[in-house]
C-alpha cells in the first residue's frame, strides 16, 4: 500500500488579512460590500492564499513515498501485472542503482500499441474481444525499455508544490518522480496527490 501523506500534515489554505488586502487591490473600482463584491473578493482571496501556499509547501509533505517502479528490462506483460496490482496508472523506470531513467505509463502503451489518443485502456480491451487480430499482441514481447518516456522528468523533494504545478503544466505530464539532494528516488507526486493533500481545504 502507498504511503500518500504524513501523519503529521496537517496545513490547509487558510486566508488571512494580507489575502483579502491582495485581492481587493486587485479588482478595480469601487468595491460596494454586496454578495456578488464579496464572492469576487473572495475568489481572488483564495487564489491569492492557494499561491502563497503552494510556494511555501514542499514535495516531501505531500509526495507518495512508496514508490513502485520497474527496470527498463521488465517484460511489459509484468508491467502490466504491477500497474493493475497496484491500482495506478504509471510508474518510473529505474537502473540497477535504482536511479529513475524513463517512466511508463498506459499512455505509452495505447501509443506503443498504435492506438488512437482518444481512446481508452478499456476501448482497447473491448476491441480485442471483437477482433481476432489485438493490438495488444503487438507489445507483448517488449520490455518497459522499448516503450517507456524517457528521460525521466523528475523533481527534488526540497522544491515547492507551485514548482510541481508548473512542471506538470509545462511537460504535460501527469507525474513526477522525486529525488533527494543526492539523486536517490524518493518519492513519486501525481497531480492526484496534489488534489486529495490537505492544500485544497480551506479556513476562512
Known amino acids: 500500500m502507498t504511503d500518500r ?41 483564495y487564489k491569492h492564499a492557494l499561491n502563497r501556499v503552494t510556494q511555501s509547501v514542499v514535495i516531501k ?3 507518495t513515498t512508496d514508490v513502485v517502479t520497474v527496470t527498463a528490462d521488465t517484460p511489459i506483460t509484468e508491467v502490466s501485472d504491477r500497474l493493475s496490482e497496484h491500482a495506478i496508472s504509471g510508474m518510473p523506470v529505474v537502473d540497477d542503482s535504482g536511479k529513475p531513467v524513463g517512466v511508463i505509463s498506459e499512455k505509452d502503451l495505447l501509443s506503443r500499441m498504435g492506438a488512437d489518443h482518444t ?20 507489445i507483448a514481447n517488449l520490455t518497459a525499455k522499448n516503450i517507456m518516456t524517457t528521460p525521466a522528468v523528475c523533481i527534488n523533494e526540497n522544491a515547492s508544490i507551485h514548482e510541481a504545478v508548473s512542471v506538470f503544466k509545462t511537460k504535460k ?24 493533500s490537505p492544500l485544497f481545504q480551506i479556513n476562512v
Not at 176 to 195: A, Q
Open 119 to 138: 481512446l481508452t485502456f478499456m476501448s482497447v480491451v473491448s476491441l480485442c474481444l471483437k477482433h481476432k487480430c489485438c493490438k495488444i499482441m503487438k
Open 61 to 63: 509533505e505531500v509526495m
Open 5 to 45: 501523506h504524513s501523519d503529521k500534515m496537517s496545513f490547509c489554505v487558510t486566508i488571512n488579512d494580507e489575502d483579502v488586502y491582495e485581492a481587493m487591490k486587485s479588482i478595480s473600482g469601487y468595491l460596494d460590500i454586496t454578495s456578488r463584491d464579496f464572492k469576487e473578493v473572495y475568489q481572488v482571496a
Open 173 to 196: 505530464i501527469n507525474r513526477i518522480p522525486v529525488l533527494s539532494v543526492d539523486g536517490r528516488l524518493v518519492g513519486i507526486i501525481t497531480r492526484g496527490d496534489i488534489l486529495r
